[in-house]
């Protein structure tokens, strides 16, 4: 069983920048891929990153790609993603997720999720 638990949403300007945090429980941390993954109003929730247990394979969406990067530091059960150059469009309810395959984009291979924090980006 793993728990998760987002934080570092909040309301940022265009251009920005934003630093999320996925805080989990559980021994076996390092056994999971990890994801996030974001839900924008009236939309369909889809993938953002993943990273592998180990955390040396990494894959991003295309629409932030060269702008999030997505990292884990395994000893203290964290994920992170480093969100930069802002747009509107990423304005979203971010969630954490865990997958023991050995990386993911696929939401139903994900098992543990998260509660999700807002990022609100203005223009």
């Known amino acids: 069983q793993v728990q998760l638990v987002e934080s570092g949403g909040g309301l940022v300007q265009a251009g920005g920048s934003l630093r999320l945090s996925c805080a989990a429980s559980?021994?076996?941390?390092?056994?999971?891929?990890m994801g996030w993954f974001r839900q924008a109003p009236g939309k369909e929730r889809e993938f953002v990153a993943t990273?592998?247990?180990?955390?040396?394979?990494?894959y991003y969406a295309d629409s932030v790609k060269g702008r999030f990067t997505i990292s884990r530091d395994s000893a203290k059960n964290m994920v992170y993603l480093e969100m930069n150059s802002l747009k509107p469009e990423d304005t979203a309810v971010y969630y954490c997720?865990?997958?023991?395959?050995?990386?993911?984009?696929?939401?139903?291979?994900?098992?543990?999720w998260g509660q999700g924090t807002q990022v609100t980006v203005s223009s």
């Open positions: 997720a865990a997958t023991l395959r050995y990386w993911s984009r696929r939401q139903d291979e994900f098992v543990y």
């Open positions: 559980g021994r076996t941390f390092s056994a999971y891929a």
């Open positions: 990273i592998s247990g180990s955390g040396g394979t990494t």
